[in-house]
């Protein structure tokens, strides 16, 4: 059965698809996380659907292509969601 998760501004994948779901303020004080998120820019892997400040970015893996969304939603809601889907 394919469950999705809402991740703000109409934005919503594949539950099956998530490899996981990072607090952004946390994460990103590693210099390895800074730079993941910056080759994934570089290289066209981001899509920024958050209308406000991003607080959390869900790195998805769906027919050998990554995307990692950056969302405003807190990885608690994303997470909370991801465990009543």
């Known amino acids: 059965r ?5 991740l703000g501004a109409g934005a919503v994948v594949r539950t099956d698809s998530i490899i996981g779901v990072f607090d952004l303020d946390k994460t990103s004080q590693s210099h390895i996380t800074r730079r993941y998120l910056a080759e994934a820019e570089k ?18 893996r769906d ?4 995307t990692v969304y950056l969302s405003q939603m807190l990885p608690q809601t994303l997470q909370r ?3 009543n889907s």
Do not use: E
């Open 43 to 60: 290289s066209g892997q981001v899509v920024n659907v958050a209308d406000d400040i991003p607080k959390s970015f869900v790195v998805c």
């Open 2 to 6: 394919l469950m999705y998760l809402h």
């Open 63 to 66: 027919g050998g292509k990554t």
């Open 81 to 83: 969601r991801l465990s």
